[in-house]
């Protein structure tokens, strides 16, 4: 049995890569379908220049782009790379939840939390809104996963207080929305309560860390953008994938953060 194990152990990263380069290719299709109103089941992957259907072989995540040099088979035109990036950054994801999380059977929950926040997060990067279709049933699978995780770790306490910091960012995001409409959506506040969620999950100071990095990571690409005058003053800059990314920072890094940093844990 231990052998078993043993050898499940080595498996198991090459498992959540595998698995993550599948679901991000389905993602892609997600994050193109869903804002426009389509279906993500039919009609099947094709060529947006030619509209020849895309062949199994020809779908394979990462690979199939490489072989193919970023070209339609058909048609030749250019198939963009951000395809394959989506594919690895979900595969790299699911690889960094098992490392972060280990065998912990909150570990489903965290990689449901990763696919569904990628989406978000490219979405709102693409269009500047955060759609319902995705974040409610995203939030509440989510939050079933990480119940029954925390029922088989036996630390439905860590569960009870996730809750509460999912309550303490979407009312602090929701005051802001409403003192600075022009700088929050709606859509940044019902995420706040996904992030916090999960970030609360792992601790208070985990949280504070993913409401500081969501800031400091979208000050930073504001004024970066402001100065090489991609976008002006006056325009939108999406907010919802800096909170993504600062409460993937915040769960993988959030207790060193906060001890070394913030003086907190």
Known sequence: MDLYLDNLELVAPYLFVVVGLVVGSFLNVVVYRIPAGLSVVSPPSACPNCGTQIKPYDNLPVVSWLILRGKCRSCQSAISARYPLVEAANAALFLGVYLVIGSDWTVFAYVWFAGVTLVLGLIDFDTKRIPNRI???????????????????????????????????????????????????????????????????????????????????????????????????????????????????????????????????
Not at 149 to 167: C, I, K, N, P, Q
């Open 135 to 265: 974040l409610f049933p995203g939030a509440f699978i989510g939050a079933l996963l990480l119940g029954a995780g925390a029922l088989g770790e036996g630390e439905m306490a860590s569960y009870g207080r996730s809750w509460l910091a999912a309550l303490a960012y979407f009312s602090g995001f929701l005051i802001l929305a409403l003192i600075v409409p022009a700088g929050f959506g709606m859509g940044d506040v019902k995420l706040a309560f996904f992030l916090g969620m999960f970030a609360g999950y792992v601790s208070w100071a985990v949280l504070v860390v993913a409401v500081f990095g969501a800031v400091f990571i979208g000050g930073g690409v504001s004024i970066l953008l402001l100065i090489t005058r991609r976008v002006s003053r006056k325009d939108a800059i999406p907010f919802g994938p800096s909170m993504v990314v600062g409460a993937w920072v915040a769960i993988a890094f959030g207790n060193e953060i906060a001890r070394s940093y913030l003086g907190l844990g």
